[in-house]
């Protein structure tokens, strides 16, 4: 959600800007603008739509200049327009600001600032603090000391940066709870809201904590935190290769992180094992301490896909180790009663680190007391630095919007550590521990063998393109893939699809079944196996079309499916990392099919930094 980046010290910089914004195109956004320091002050344009209309201007104008800022803004408040586009400037035009997240209080600011004259020109929250920056600057401040007295008034979660016609060569920043990194170059300065627009111009990358403001000029950065206190930020190395934001000669990002899912998944596997490969080692668990013999409970909080992930994990903590699970919506966990203290662990799962519902519950569970161990993707986002400790997931960075191979990691992560878990608290033996590692590091090969099926899934998909609605159907691990591949199919090609576990169909869903009615059923091997068979005959004997995802050359699903989609069969447990890539396959030609804009699709934000 909103993309930020802002550079200082390189010419050329409105091109920079703009590729910089097309890498952070994936977070989703429905205009975009950009601010250049020029000879004759601030030259600022923006577009409402695709970053290919303001790509056009800055084309043809070419404002040339070495400090920038640019955005590509998902509308909250104020309509998608170009009015309404950062950046967004003062009166005068001196000052031009990009904004990530929401201020809380901009109407409270927005009535003092018109009661004293000034003159609104957009709808949005943001233009507040032009104003606020713009009327410090007039008052004799620097532009740092501008950007921190303009924060201290607002309330919310948001990271915003200024430049000036007046304070040639620097940018300002103050990060709140949104997401923000700042890199580290030898001539030049940068910040933006992820690591994939900085991939190109360096490694060096240096978080803020909250409250901080960093003043960035060609080759230094400055930090102050809360109090306005100079402080020490460290800047680490990051491992991301740039070819990893790069489409590498796939007409898509989803489709090449489907491809990319084996590797991941193996590198995650590697991640959790011991240094000499042969045992499974959680060290996030040791950051618990004694505390790891007192946990009685554990819940997962997470969004969307990383929530089904979080199904999952349920399903592998109370069958290795015994301990109830809760799985709960972020957005809900936080608005109810909290269960949460020093004997109840949460563990929150997230892609991007950056996810404002799951970063607040997390918040909230902590100040109860809760241990947390965060599972995430980004090393260095919020979560990960929130937490007490984390498992990262080695997924690389995701750019399609709908998640693929983060899910698939998380699933792997949360099995590792689940198990890890189990061992330590003495329901599994550091024999019965070992034995698992065999067969995680067959899983590549086995996801590797699903994704030769890809030609027949396509013919399959093209089939059932046109269809309106789909079922997709679970049970036990499989029924959380079941949402999962109804939640890739309506994301990306917005056919309706709904995942239910099958044993549940009979109590309403069943009503739906016509000859029109395509339904997925995961039938792999596995304790429910004979179960889901009954559950192939009940949507049969209704005349639905049943597209069973079951083990190669498994004649009896063969024999009573409509389709099938086969996979190399694995442990059961492990299962839903295979089963998972037909059902994003089948998405992803039923969106190629029906003309979709596969990896950013309408009204989806890959960061979701609001409420
Ligand atoms: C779906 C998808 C979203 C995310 C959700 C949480 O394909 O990507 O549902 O899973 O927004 O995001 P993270 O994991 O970054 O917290």
Redesign the pocket.
């Known amino acids: 959600m909103c993309g930020i980046i802002g550079v200082t010290g390189r010419s050329g910089v409105s091109r920079l800007l703009i590729d910089g914004l097309r890498s952070l195109e994936y977070r989703g956004y429905d205009s975009a603008g950009i601010a250049v320091q020029t000879e004759d002050g601030l030259t600022v344009l923006r577009r409402a739509g695709k970053l290919a209309e303001l790509d056009a201007v800055v084309s043809e104008l070419e404002p040339f200049g070495t400090v920038g800022i640019g955005h590509t803004r998902w509308a909250t408040h104020g309509a998608p327009t170009e009015r309404n586009a950062h950046p967004v400037v003062d009166g005068p035009e001196r000052v031009a600001v990009i904004h990530n997240g929401i201020i809380e209080n901009h109407e409270v600011l927005r009535e003092e600032l018109v009661a004293t004259g000034v003159e609104f020109r957009s709808d949005t929250d943001t233009e507040i603090l032009a104003h606020l920056v713009s009327r410090e600057l007039a008052g004799g401040a620097s532009l740092g000391q501008a950007v921190r007295t303009t924060a201290q008034r607002l309330e919310g979660s948001y990271a915003f940066a200024a430049i000036s016609a007046d304070h040639p060569g620097v940018l300002a920043v103050v990060r709140c709870q949104s997401p923000l990194i700042l890199g580290v170059g030898d001539e030049a300065s940068y910040l933006a809201s992820d690591i994939p627009a900085l991939l190109p111009h360096t490694k060096r990358v240096m978080s803020l904590d909250d409250g901080d403001v960093a003043v960035l000029t060609p080759g230094t950065i400055t930090v102050t935190d809360v109090d306005g206190v100079e402080v020490e930020r460290d800047v680490r190395t990051i491992n991301w290769d740039p070819v990893q934001v790069q489409k590498g000669g796939y007409r898509h990002f989803m489709m090449k992180e489907i491809e990319e899912q084996p590797s991941a998944v193996s590198a995650t596997i590697a991640q959790c094992l011991s240094e000499d490969a042969e045992h499974i080692r959680i060290p996030a668990l040791d950051a618990l301490g004694p505390r790891l013999e007192t946990i009685k409970r554990i819940t997962f909080v ?6 089904h992930a979080g199904l999952a994990a349920k399903f592998y903590v109370e069958n290795l180790c015994g301990i109830p699970v809760d799985v709960d919506y972020a957005s809900e966990f936080r608005y109810r009663q909290m269960q949460a203290g020093p004997d109840h662990l949460i563990v929150p ?7 404002l519902d ?1 970063l607040t519950a997390v918040r909230q569970a902590k100040a109860a007391g809760s241990p947390i161990i965060a599972v995430v993707n980004v090393a260095e986002s919020s979560a990960d630095r929130e937490a007490d400790a984390s498992v990262l997931t080695v997924a690389g960075p995701e750019i399609g ?3 693929t191979k ?1 899910f698939t990691t998380q699933l792997v992560a949360l099995y590792m550590l689940a198990l890890d878990l189990a061992s330590r608290r003495g329901a599994l033996t550091r024999e019965q521990l070992d034995e698992r590692v065999q067969p995680l590091r067959r899983l590549r090969f086995a996801m590797e063998g699903a994704l030769r099926h890809k030609e027949h899934v396509r013919r399959i998909a093209y089939h059932f393109s046109q269809a309106r609605d789909f079922l997709f159907l679970g049970r036990g691990v499989n029924y959380p893939i079941a949402l999962e591949g109804a ?2 199919l309506k ?1 990306i090609s917005y056919i309706h699809a709904e995942g239910y576990p099958a044993g549940e169909m009979k109590h309403g869903p069943i009503a739906l079944i016509d000859a029109n009615m395509p339904v997925v059923v995961i039938a792999t091997p596995g304790r429910v196996y004979d179960k889901v068979l009954a559950n192939i005959q009940e949507v049969r004997s209704r005349d639905g079309q049943v597209i069973a995802v079951c083990a190669e050359g498994d004649e009896r699903v063969r024999s009573q499916a409509d389709h099938v989609l086969e996979v190399p069969v694995v442990d059961e447990d492990i299962s839903g990392l295979v089963n998972v890539i037909p059902l994003q396959l089948l998405s992803y030609y039923i969106a190629e099919r029906r003309g979709c804009d596969i990896d950013q699709p309408r009204n989806l934000a ?3 930094t609001v409420e």
Do not use: D, H, N, Y
């Open positions: 997470a969004c969307g896909t990383s929530w799962i997230t892609q991007s680190g950056e996810t799951t919007v709908a998640s983060a939640l890739k994301e890959k960061s979701v």
